[in-house]
């Protein structure tokens, strides 16, 4: 298995091994967590992940957390909600640096074209071109929309 661990697994290792050794306790606990919804996936469909796939992990763990802290504000529990701002910001160092504006636009164009769409019900043509690019980089819903916006000016 050594062999085909992807090198994104095998820095969370390293990671976590240096975090313990510091007894930095918030972001080894954070490790574990994104180590363990790892494993669980792999469990999940006897699999072994790649570095995309574990990305897509990432990113999916990013999300709940900025939901968890949107829900965490409206209770008026700030205290959780930072813990889940610190745990997102241990991920991201996971994550592939995010995407400008810009860039993100000048990719749904790419896509916009690679998938030969004409309106707006081609939107899930675009986003399945779109999607393996942006994983981990952008806001899937964010791009969702502009997306569509994109599709209506056709």
């Not at 976590?16 to 972001?27: I, Y």
């Not at 701002?85 to 160092?93: H, K």
């Not at 749904?108 to 999607?131: F, N, R, W, Y």
């Amino acid at each position: 298995m050594s062999n085909a661990q992807s090198s994104l697994r095998q820095r969370l290792e390293e990671d976590m091994k240096s975090a313990m050794r510091a007894k930095d306790k918030e972001r080894l606990g954070t490790i574990r967590l994104m180590l363990a919804a790892i494993k669980q996936r792999e469990i999940d469909e006897r699999i072994t992940l790649d570095d995309a796939q574990i990305i897509a992990v990432l990113d999916k763990m990013t999300k709940q957390r900025r939901d968890s802290i949107t829900q965490y504000e409206a209770a008026g529990r700030q205290d959780l909600a930072d813990i889940e701002a610190a745990e997102i910001r241990v991920i991201q160092n996971y994550l592939p640096a995010a995407l400008s504006e810009t860039e993100l636009d000048t990719m749904i164009q790419a896509a916009v074209i690679a998938s030969g769409s004409v309106g707006p019900q081609d939107v899930g043509k675009v986003m399945a071109v779109l999607k393996p690019q942006i994983l981990g980089r952008a806001d899937m819903s964010l791009a969702s929309r502009k997306v569509k916006n994109a599709l209506a000016t056709l």
